[in-house]
C-alpha cells in the first residue's frame, strides 16, 4: 500500500499478557516514530527510528515497553506483562527523513487500539 | 521540555460558518515549526497546516489559515466556510528545529470540532 500500515487495528489483552504491535511504514522512509495516545488527550512520543538505529527511546514508559527495527523498515512494539494502564492507541508515523533539511512531513497509520481487560 | 495547551476541549458550529480553534505553547527554543492536525474517527492524524517560527507570514492552505503570534506563543487555526467533513479533533502540535532529526512533536490535548448541518 502506499501509506503507514498498522497491524492489529484493535487489540485485547489479559492484564499480564505480552503483545506485539506491528508498523509498515512508506517504503523508503527512514524515520519511525511510535506514539501513545490515551484516551481524551493527545498522542505521546514514545521512540525514534532512523533506520534500524532507535536513536531516542526516552518516552518509553517503563521498561516492560520495546521496540525495534531490525532491517530498518517493519517496526514492531512490544510490550511486556500488559496492565490496565496501558490501554491505548498506539499510532505509528513515517517521514522520509525528519528534520533534515526542513522536511517535516510525516505520515501516519491508523493506529492499533489495544484494551488491557 | 516544550508543552502545547489547547483550551477549548469541544466547539460546535454550523455548516458555513467560520471557527477559530485557539493553541498557546511554551518553549524556549527560539527555532522551531508549530503544526495543527486532524485525527477523524478512523484515527489516522492527517497533516492540515505548518508553520515555521522563523517566518512572519501567517501560512494558509485553501479553507485553512494560521494567526501565529510569536511573542505571545500563540497558534490558532481558522477555518473559513466550515464543510460537515472538517468535523473531527484537532491538534496542535509543536517541534523544534535544532534537534538534528531526532525530536518528535509534542502535542495538546486536541479540540473536538462539531459541523452542524
Known amino acids: 500500500g502506499a501509506g503507514v500500515s498498522q497491524s492489529p487495528r484493535y487489540k485485547v489483552a489479559k492484564r499480564g499478557q505480552d503483545v506485539a504491535l506491528r508498523c509498515d511504514p512508506i517504503s523508503g522512509h527512514v524515520s519511525l516514530f511510535w506514539y501513545q495516545q490515551a484516551l481524551g488527550q493527545g498522542p505521546e512520543f514514545l521512540t525514534y527510528?532512523?533506520?534500524?538505529?532507535?536513536?531516542?527511546k526516552s518516552g518509553l514508559p517503563s521498561d516492560r515497553f520495546f521496540a525495534e527495527r531490525p532491517e530498518g523498515s517493519v517496526s514492531t512494539l512490544k510490550i511486556q506483562r500488559t496492565q490496565q494502564e496501558d490501554s491505548a492507541v498506539y499510532l505509528c508515523?513515517?517521514?522520509?527523513?525528519?528534520?533534515?533539511?526542513?522536511?517535516?512531513?510525516?505520515?501516519f497509520g491508523q493506529g492499533t487500539r489495544l484494551t488491557v481487560v | 521540555a516544550q508543552t502545547v495547551t489547547q483550551s477549548q476541549p469541544e466547539m460546535s458550529v454550523q455548516e458555513a460558518e467560520t471557527v477559530t480553534l485557539s493553541c498557546t505553547y511554551d518553549t524556549s527554543e527560539n527555532n522551531y515549526y508549530l503544526f495543527w492536525y486532524k485525527q477523524p474517527p478512523s484515527r489516522q492524524m492527517i497533516l492540515v497546516i505548518r508553520?515555521?517560527?522563523?517566518?512572519?507570514q501567517n501560512a494558509t492552505e485553501n479553507r485553512f489559515s494560521v494567526n501565529f503570534q510569536k511573542a505571545a506563543k500563540s497558534f490558532s487555526l481558522k477555518i473559513s466556510d466550515s464543510q460537515l467533513g472538517d468535523t473531527a479533533m484537532y491538534f496542535c502540535a509543536f517541534m523544534k528545529s535544532s534537534g538534528g532529526g531526532a525530536d518528535g512533536l509534542t502535542f495538546g490535548k486536541g479540540t473536538h470540532l462539531i459541523i452542524q448541518p
Open positions: 508515523a513515517s517521514s522520509l527523513g525528519w528534520g533534515r533539511d526542513g522536511n517535516t512531513e510525516a505520515f
Open positions: 527510528f532512523q533506520n534500524e538505529a532507535q536513536l531516542d
Open positions: 508553520q515555521e517560527a522563523y517566518k512572519q
